[in-house]
């Protein structure tokens, strides 16, 4: 176990080197920069601005100073904000998304694996064949299209739910959580019914059966664990779908968190928000990798190869 | 060796034409990609023209599926979008397809060093945010659809490695490969005669679940503003439309939207049949 | 376990059954505003857009304040000014009562400081030629000069301020409503940064200490952005907002169903499809402002095919704007046929642009274009936008038909399209520009040699002596008239192509009084209270 997790570790930080890189030069590519605005900057007024920001220096030694910064955890001013720095608006921003992604994936497994075991015990039945129907819905059905229209039924014609925004009304979780969530719960009722089937065929299972135990015990106690494996190996690729999840959801009900940050320092061409930004989703997403595995390890020996 | 392979195939036939599902399914996308080829034939209106006095109207004779606020046909955009959206499903996939085969097989056969080195490349790279990479691409480098195909299909190539990898390890172990070594066939020939016929199976039915991964990332990039760039529009681009008019002009929802979610379950359903037609014990 | 789900459905409808921010606004008087993006900051002297300029009304004062009814200046921080004969020398006499929101007295000497900071180069500001009619000002901000004291701004005493200008300009005083103008405390600037510095952090809550109606309470990045009732301003008695809160909604579908939930007061757009929805159902909420701006589309003077005139001429002829703004745009926006919109200042240009594809074919013909034969394909270039897409395709289409040229569209992102039109790598690229203050110079100025924000390569030195002599002419009707000339020229040669005037379309609670259309869309809170 301990030599996985640091063998992770290890190749973590050179892609981390590699994404920060990457990720500079693909910005300073970019034809227009942080300062262009339709009132056209003089320019002198231009080369001051840069003068600031350190944009005058020679391209490699930017490289130097911002990597040499970042490592410390210094990823500068924000280009658009002045006066904000890169570090506060991630850690702003962060809870937020973290709290909407965690809402979405708990409703995604509860009912998830609620609708795949059913649909797993039941197998072959309108049990069976009615929620895999709608899981199917749910990975067919963009993000962008469920969001508005949930809006639309609960938000303005039933008026039940709150429109938009975070932490402003109460309930206002719900809706953005499901929308994220949506496509989760169907991949997982899909996943844990394949796993589900596999597992109660098996010996053991049969085993626990013909020794008398309730079908529920057989179930829940038995055969659960087959059920859960695919669903947590999918939980940490998942975490990159919710990360751009977050990017619509968030814009669709005004939700201050990373994502939309992020969307809109790309659009802005704010440097420094848009390789802080990057390299941070990228620590998450091997981070919660590392997670994915160690649970699965955990969950059954036979993958620890 | 021959007749082994045909009657696994006619065999994964004959389980596939009983999933009355699948096959329902695999004939709407047969006459979906027909529409499409032939659209500029079959579509009665000009997909771009705009009739600006008109406006949003709702179906009729004229405009079967309704007119969006610019006049234009629906009926004719949905078929113009088919175009779009399948083939940069097709075209990203065959990307993806392209690397990621090529990847699997080779780490698969050749295994040791060769194996784990390329395995490792690829862990490394599950781990990049590749949303994120694709949303710059798309900010920085402007909407062109060569490399809209080049960034989605560079994003799906990896599951396509792996699945392929585990594929051709695990045939490669089997009786029928090992016996065919013994007797002295060589490489090249036991690759293309006894391995790739085996894969093949596996590559279509994830070829085939890819295809609407694509689309649905494609639809997201147009909503994000990032999609394929008007006048041409995707099924994408007209839900983002549709989305926005949702409550005057509902029709400008309706119809893309369940078009798109059709297409995207009829390939779902006919991956799933393939996947069980090529391997019953996945859903026994 | 039964009745689980019967509970979660209970405890969801009651969740969202709660007292809307417009309904509990009323009763404390906060005010909920939907402001579009999220601000850059609060520094008056580096920041540039709309939502900072809503936020800085609240917050600071100027010397004037802007009309809300439209019209000439009122006084602010200045209670009172006179001019000089000769137009050159302005002596303001600042409120007595004027202080800053930490207790101390706003005095002409803050106001010295204030423009010799953003006249500084190294701050960066983009804003500085808002002070250039001051005499040296320019000097100053290019380096020809470095002692501030040569420039035209000075304190004679502590509440008495004397601005010399380069020339008589008649709209000096329209200009002083800007927030670029606004004085900034200089003891609070100074404690948390230095006079040059951008990055300072005097600007945040807790350190802000500003001169106007209200104070900054907090500041939630990307959520919300708080302030309350300034107790030291001069005016206080007059403020009835206990509160005002803006929310940063960029997405206009999700401000525009905030509104209709009663989240909002006001917002800061209406969703382009439900603009011409909203007036045929004579919706009470909507409201279509006059503004001082003009969307246009540029050409690119230098290009071979571009830069004959008749070939500009024949381009803005075949243009049905009447078609446009009733069939495209379909936001009450009227056709624009000068590059001033009509009206401000009571500045009536006279120019026309007729909607003839005869005249316009003749044109062509005459440049060598017969029927759009050897016309190379013209590119038109916007930001990607759905608004200027349609546009562009009506635009399109009608040089198409009219003149059988052949044209594309290429749309990028902002800041391509903006780094585009400043190189010159363009053809023909879709423009706007919104006046920052109440007069023709604001557009006119625009257009003349060497301005940065010119980028049509058009370089017409007539025009350049008719807009100095302009300048020069204290008496208005004069003025005009010489402003009038420019205008015509300028018409005559098209290196640009007005399309319409803009205006500003918003929703608006019927809970709001005071709130006054004007053009430059100023709505200082003093006015403004809520009441049903």
């Given at each position: 176990m301990l030599q996985l997790i640091l063998k992770r570790l290890l190749v973590a930080i050179p892609v981390l080197i590699i994404v920060a890189s990457l990720t500079f030069f693909l910005v300073r590519l970019a034809?227009?920069?942080?300062?262009?605005?339709?009132k056209a900057v003089s320019p002198q007024v231009l080369k001051n601005l840069n003068e600031v920001y350190n944009l005058n220096a020679p391209l490699y030694e930017q490289y130097f100073d911002y990597m040499a910064n970042a490592l410390t955890g210094d990823f500068g001013p924000s280009f658009r904000y002045p006066g904000r720095s890169v570090s506060e608006m991630i850690l702003t921003g962060l809870p937020v998304t973290f709290e909407l992604a965690f809402y979405a994936i708990v409703f995604a497994a509860f009912l998830g694996l609620i609708a795949g075991i059913v649909a797993a015990v039941k197998k072959n039945t309108a049990l069976d064949y009615i929620p895999m129907a709608i899981a199917m819905l749910g990975i067919c059905m963009p993000t962008f299209l469920l969001g508005p229209l949930l809006v639309l039924i609960?938000?303005?014609?039933?008026?039940?739910?709150?429109?938009s925004g975070w932490?402003?009304?109460?309930?206002?979780k719900v809706l953005p959580a499901i929308t994220l969530g949506a496509a989760y719960a169907a991949y997982i009722a899909r996943l844990s019914r394949g796993g589900m089937l596999e597992t109660l065929n098996q010996d053991y299972v049969r085993t626990a059966r013909a020794k008398g135990l309730s079908e529920f015990k057989v179930v829940m106690v038995h055969a659960i664990r087959g059920g859960l494996i695919p669903v947590l190996a999918f939980l940490g690729p998942a975490i990159a779908g919710l990360i751009g999840g977050s990017f619509v959801v968030e814009t669709i009900f005004q939700i201050p968190g990373l994502g939309r940050f992020y969307v809109e320092a790309a659009f802005n061409r704010d440097y420094t928000m848009i390789l802080g930004t990057t390299i941070f989703f990228s620590a998450l997403i091997i981070f919660f990798n590392l997670l994915s595995d160690i649970a699965v390890a955990v969950f059954n020996p036979q993958a620890r190869s | 060796m021959e007749q082994k392979s045909q009657s696994l195939w006619s065999d994964a036939f004959d389980r596939l034409k009983k999933n009355k599902l699948a096959v329902i399914s695999g004939f709407i996308l047969i006459a979906l990609i027909v529409l499409a080829i032939f659209a500029p034939w079959i579509a009665?209106?000009?997909?771009?023209?705009?009739?600006l006095e008109l406006g949003a109207v709702g179906?009729?004779?004229?405009y079967w599926l309704g007119t969006d606020t610019l006049g234009r046909d629906q009926f004719s955009r949905i078929l113009y979008g088919a175009r779009v959206s399948l083939l940069v499903g097709f075209v990203a996939t065959a990307v993806a397809l392209v690397i990621g085969v090529s990847w699997g097989i080779v780490a698969g056969f050749f295994g040791g060093k060769i194996d784990s080195t390329m395995m490792r490349i690829v862990d490394i790279l599950y781990g990049l945010p590749f949303i994120i990479f694709i949303v710059l691409l798309m900010v920085i480098f402007g909407r062109n659809i060569w490399l809209l195909f080049l960034a989605i299909g560079a994003v799906e190539w990896l599951t396509m490695a792996r699945i392929v990898r585990g594929q051709v390890l695990t045939l490669k172990n089997q009786e029928f490969v090992l016996a065919a070594q013994a007797m002295g066939v060589r490489n090249l020939s036991l690759f293309f005669r006894h391995i790739l016929p085996n894969i093949l199976g596996t590559i279509a039915v994830y070829a085939t679940l890819t295809i609407p991964q694509v689309m649905l990332l494609e639809a997201f990039l147009s909503f994000l503003?990032?999609?394929?760039?008007?006048?041409?529009?995707s099924w994408g681009t007209l839900i983002r439309y549709g989305v926005e008019s949702m409550e005057e002009y509902p029709w400008m929802l309706i119809f893309p939207g369940l078009i798109f979610t059709i297409t995207l379950f009829c390939l779902n359903f006919f991956g799933d049949g393939l996947r069980d037609a090529i391997d019953p014990r996945s859903s026994d | 376990m039964k009745n689980l789900p019967i509970l979660a459905v209970l405890f969801l409808i009651s969740c969202g059954k709660s007292v809307s921010p417009v309904d509990s606004g009323l009763e404390n008087q906060v005010f909920h505003f939907g402001n579009g993006s999220e601000p850059q900051g609060l520094d008056p002297h580096v920041v540039t857009g709309v939502p900072e300029h809503h936020l800085l009304t609240s917050l600071c004062e100027g010397l004037v304040i802007t009309n809300p009814k439209g019209g000439p200046n009122l006084p602010g921080v200045a209670e009172s000014w006179s001019i000089s004969d000769d137009g050159l020398v302005y002596t303001f006499n600042l409120h007595p009562?004027?202080?800053?929101?930490?207790?101390?007295d706003v005095t002409a000497e803050d106001f010295v400081w204030s423009w010799m900071r953003i006249l500084?180069?190294?701050?960066?500001?983009?804003?500085p030629d808002m002070l250039?009619?001051?005499?040296?000002a320019a000097a100053y901000h290019t380096e020809e000069?470095?002692?501030?004291?040569?420039?035209?701004?000075?304190?004679?005493?502590?509440k008495t301020l004397v601005v010399t200008l380069e020339?008589?300009?008649?709209f000096f005083i329209k200009l002083l409503?800007?927030?670029?103008?606004y004085a900034v405390p200089k003891d609070t600037v100074l404690a948390h940064g230095?006079?040059?510095?951008?990055?300072?952090?005097?600007?945040?809550p807790g350190n802000f200490v500003c001169n106007g109606p209200m104070q900054l309470k907090s500041w939630e990045l990307n959520k919300k952005i708080v302030v309350e009732k300034n107790p030291?301003?001069?005016?206080?008695?007059?403020?009835?907002?206990n509160e005002m809160h803006f929310y940063p909604v960029s997405n206009e579908s999700t401000e525009d169903r905030m509104f209709r939930a009663g989240q909002?007061?006001?917002?800061n757009v209406v969703p382009q499809e439900k603009c011409p929805v909203y007036m045929r159902e004579n919706n009470p909420n909507l409201r279509i402002d006059p503004y001082v701006g003009t969307y246009f589309y540029r050409i690119n003077t230098l290009n071979p095919v571009l830069k004959d005139k008749r070939v500009r001429k024949a381009l803005a002829m075949s243009i049905n704007r009447k078609q446009i703004v009733e069939n495209?745009?379909?936001?009450g926006q009227k056709a624009a046929y000068s590059f001033t919109p009509p009206g401000i200042s009571g500045y009536e240009p006279d120019t026309s642009i007729p909607f003839s594809p005869e005249e316009a074919k003749e044109l062509l013909s005459e440049a060598g274009?017969?029927?759009?034969?050897?016309?190379p394909k013209l590119e038109i270039l916007f930001n990607t936008q759905e608004g200027h897409r349609k546009i562009a395709l009506a635009v399109q289409q009608m040089w198409q038909q009219y003149l059988g040229i052949e044209v594309e569209l290429v749309n990028t992102d902002w800041k391509v399209y903006l780094s585009r039109e400043m190189i010159g790598d363009f053809q023909i690229s879709r423009a706007g520009w919104i006046g920052d203050?109440?007069?023709?110079n604001t557009f006119l100025d625009?257009?003349?040699?060497?301005?940065?924000?010119?980028?049509?390569?058009?370089?017409?030195f007539e025009y350049d002596a008719l807009i100095e002599l302009a300048n020069a002419q204290q008496d208005i009707d004069k003025r005009y008239e010489i402003l009038n000339k420019a205008e015509q020229l300028l018409i005559d040669e098209m290196p640009i192509i007005p399309i319409y005037t803009y205006v500003r379309q918003y929703q608006l609670s019927s809970?709001?009084?005071?709130?006054d259309p004007n053009p430059t869309d100023t709505h200082h809170p003093k006015f403004v209270f809520l009441q049903r």
């Open positions: 034809p227009g920069g942080p300062f262009d605005s339709e609960f938000g303005l014609n039933l008026e039940i739910m709150p429109v932490d402003t009304l109460p309930g206002d | 009665p209106h000009s997909y771009s023209y705009q009739n179906p009729s004779s004229t503003g990032l999609g394929v760039q008007p006048p041409m529009s | 009562n004027a202080k800053w929101s930490n207790g101390e500084t180069p190294a701050l960066g500001s983009q804003y250039y009619y001051v005499k040296n000069i470095n002692d501030f004291s040569m420039v035209g701004v000075k304190a004679a005493d502590s020339q008589p300009y008649s409503s800007h927030y670029s103008t230095t006079i040059d510095d951008r990055n300072g952090e005097w600007t945040r030291f301003y001069w005016d206080a008695e007059k403020v009835q907002l909002l007061h006001v917002t495209v745009s379909q936001c274009f017969a029927n759009g034969e050897g016309f203050y109440e007069d023709p625009l257009m003349r040699p060497n301005r940065g924000n010119n980028k049509t390569g058009w370089d017409n809970d709001v009084q005071g709130w």
